[in-house]
């Protein structure tokens, strides 16, 4: 389910990954039982690859990394977060058109 440009973030590498990282991410919270989450997924693979290296792009499995996921308070699935400086700056639940995460995307790299 991942992509050449999709990381795969977890409980131990997330603070790492995400919260230190210099750039914007995307971070989308899937797990392998959830069929609008396999909706989604080509569009987070899209979006990997037109934001490459302006975007660090990755996925958390909530079934097994548990407790990034309930740290950040995930309910619903899929859930996309924008993460920019460490923190998370817009939060986007449920299956999301390319061209709004897109905007968010943009409005964070100007």
Request: overall charge negative.
């Amino acid at each position: 389910m991942t992509h050449e440009n999709v990381l795969e973030f977890t409980d131990d590498n997330f603070k790492q990954e995400v919260l230190s990282s210099d750039k914007p991410v995307l971070v989308d919270f899937w797990a392998d039982w959830c069929q609008p989450c396999h909706m989604i997924a080509p569009t987070i693979n899209e979006l990997a690859e037109d934001y490459a290296g302006r975007v660090k792009v990755g996925k958390v499995d909530t079934d097994a990394n548990r407790d990034v996921s309930l740290e950040l308070e995930i309910s619903s699935i899929p859930a996309v977060i924008l993460f920019k400086g460490g923190e998370a700056v817009r939060k986007f639940v449920g299956v999301t058109a390319k061209q709004q995460i897109a905007a968010e995307l943009d409005a964070l790299l100007t």
